[in-house]
C-alpha cells in the first residue's frame, strides 16, 4: 500500500498548502462493483483519482490519473502521470506517462510529447514505450514514435438565393469549414496477440501512414419559413496504410448530404481491423459485429422533424477476410420532450449464417435540476443454421444523484438472462449475468 498512501498524503498536502490552493483541480472516487459472470462472482473496490496543477504563470502543468484497487491487492496503475512546460507562446514539452489518441487508437506511452500550435495548425512529435490499454488491441512493444501535423482553416465563400422567399429573395450565408490530419508513425516490437492486425507477427516492426480528412459545409441562414432545418453537408475521410506490407490497415469514407430541409442521407465505407471495447449496457450486445479483419458498406437515411427528435434507418453489408459475408437492417428513433428523452433500436441481421433479431429501448428522465435515473433494456434473439434458437435478454438500471456541486453519487445495475432451445429441449444458462455499481466522487476546483 506503500504507493497508495504516498498518493493520499501528496493529494492531502497539496489541497491544503496555500501554494497550490489557487491552481488545483481534480477528482477523487471510490468504486464498488460486484460481478457475476461465466468466470464466476468478483468484487471489486477501488479508487480513481484525477487531479491537474497549473502553475501560476500558466507554463507548467502536472497531470495525474491513477488506480489504486483496496480489496484484492495493492496494485497500482497509473494512467497519467507527467509534466507539461511550455518552452515558449507556441511550443510544449510533456514529458513521462500520458494517454495519446491517435490514428492507431487509444494507448499509454511512457515517454515525451513536443507540440507546436500556430493559429489553427498544429504538430506533433512523440517517442516513448507504448502500453496497451485494457480492451483496446492497440500493440504493446518496445518503442513508438511518429510526427503529426493538423491544419484547419474556415472561409465563408459560398451563398445562394432563397427561391423560398415569396418577396425579395434572401441569400443564405454558407460556412465552408475543413481540417486535415497526416502522420507517420513507427513500432517496435508489436506483439501478435495484442496488435490490431492479425498479420503481425511476434518482435515485428510496423511502419504507418495515415491522412484524416473533414469538411463541413453550414448554412449559417436557414430559410426564413422554416423554424428547424438539417441541411449541413459533413464528408469524412481516414486511411492508414503499413509500409512494410503494403497493406491497408484502415480505411474509413463517409458523408452526409441534405435530400429536403429535414431529411439526409448517409454513405459510408469502413475497412478495419479492430475491436473496440464495449463501453456501456448496448453496446456489449452489438460488438459481434465488429470482430476481425471486415469491411463494411452502410447507407443511411436520416429524418429531423423537430429539433428533438430524429429517425434513420440503415443498411449495412460486411465482407470479412475469413469469407463470411453478412447484411442487416435497422430503425433507430431519439425523441426528448420535458426532461424525458427515449431511445430506441430494432434490428434484423442476416450475419455468419446466424439470423438476428434484436430490440433495444432506453429511457432517461430528469427528476430535478440534480437527480436523473435512466432504464435500458435490450432483447435479442440468435437463431444458427443447426436450428438452435438463443434468447437474450437484459435491463439496466442508473441513478445519478449529485446533494452538492461538488459530489456525485451513481447506482447502477445490471441483469442478463440466456437460453437455448434446441428444438427438442430448451437449456437455461446456469448463472445469469450481473453486474452492481456504487460510485461517490468528490470534485474540486481552485483555480483563480
Not at 438565393?161 to 490530419?181: C, E, G, L, W
Not at 478495419?272 to 479483419?293: R, V
Not at 451513481?410 to 438472462?417: L, P
Request: aromatic share 14%; proline share 3%.
Amino acid at each position: 500500500m506503500s504507493y497508495f498512501r504516498l498518493i493520499v498524503l501528496l493529494l492531502v498536502n497539496t489541497l491544503y498548502t496555500p501554494f497550490a490552493m489557487a491552481n488545483w483541480t481534480g477528482s477523487l472516487e471510490a468504486l464498488g462493483q460486484a460481478t457475476s459472470e461465466i468466470r464466476g462472482e468478483e468484487s471489486e473496490l477501488s479508487l480513481w483519482g484525477d487531479s491537474l496543477y497549473v502553475s501560476d504563470n500558466r507554463e507548467t502543468q502536472f497531470h495525474l490519473l491513477f488506480n489504486q484497487r483496496v480489496l484484492d491487492s495493492s496494485e497500482t496503475e497509473f494512467y497519467q502521470l507527467y509534466i507539461n512546460q511550455h518552452l515558449s507562446k507556441s511550443e510544449s514539452l510533456s514529458v513521462g506517462r500520458f494517454q495519446k489518441t491517435d490514428f492507431s487508437g487509444l494507448y499509454i506511452i511512457d515517454g515525451f510529447l513536443y507540440s507546436h500550435a500556430q493559429d489553427k495548425n498544429k504538430f506533433y512529435a512523440y517517442a516513448g514505450k507504448p502500453k496497451r490499454l485494457e480492451g483496446f488491441l492497440v500493440s504493446e512493444g518496445d518503442l513508438i514514435m511518429g510526427v503529426e501535423g493538423f491544419v484547419s482553416e474556415k472561409r465563408f465563400e459560398m451563398s445562394r438565393a432563397n427561391a423560398d422567399s415569396a418577396k425579395t429573395p434572401i441569400s443564405n450565408q454558407y460556412t465552408v469549414s475543413h481540417s486535415h490530419r497526416v502522420g507517420m508513425q513507427y513500432q517496435k516490437g508489436a506483439s501478435q496477440t495484442k496488435s490490431s492486425l492479425s498479420t503481425a507477427g511476434p518482435a515485428k516492426s510496423l511502419s504507418r501512414v495515415a491522412f484524416v480528412s473533414r469538411a463541413l459545409i453550414k448554412n449559417d441562414r436557414p430559410p426564413m419559413k422554416v423554424r428547424y432545418t438539417q441541411d449541413d453537408i459533413e464528408i469524412n475521410g481516414e486511411a492508414n496504410f503499413l509500409l512494410g506490407d503494403n497493406e491497408i490497415e484502415k480505411l474509413s469514407i463517409d458523408g452526409m448530404f441534405p435530400l429536403t430541409a429535414k431529411t439526409q442521407v448517409g454513405m459510408g465505407l469502413n475497412h478495419y481491423a479492430y475491436l473496440e471495447p464495449a463501453i456501456d449496457f448496448k453496446s456489449q450486445f452489438y460488438k459481434f459485429l465488429n470482430q476481425g479483419n471486415q469491411t463494411e458498406y452502410l447507407a443511411s437515411m436520416y429524418f429531423f422533424p423537430r429539433r428533438y427528435e430524429r429517425h434513420s434507418l440503415d443498411f449495412r453489408f460486411v465482407e470479412r477476410e475469413i469469407g463470411e459475408e453478412g447484411k442487416g437492417l435497422a430503425f433507430n428513433s431519439f425523441l426528448y420532450r420535458g426532461g424525458l428523452s427515449f431511445e430506441s433500436r430494432l434490428e434484423l441481421l442476416d450475419f455468419m449464417r446466424q439470423d438476428h433479431v434484436g430490440l433495444y429501448v432506453g429511457a432517461k428522465h430528469s427528476t430535478g435540476p440534480f437527480s436523473e435515473v435512466a432504464i435500458n433494456t435490450v432483447f435479442r434473439v440468435q437463431q444458427s443454421q443447426l436450428r438452435a434458437t438463443t434468447q437474450t435478454y437484459g435491463v439496466e438500471l442508473r441513478w445519478d444523484w449529485k446533494p452538492h456541486r461538488t459530489w456525485l453519487l451513481y447506482c447502477s445495475g445490471e441483469f442478463i438472462n440466456q437460453e437455448q432451445n434446441d428444438g427438442d429441449f430448451s437449456l437455461s444458462f446456469p448463472d445469469d449475468e450481473y453486474r452492481v455499481s456504487l460510485s461517490l466522487s468528490k470534485n474540486w476546483d481552485t483555480a483563480k
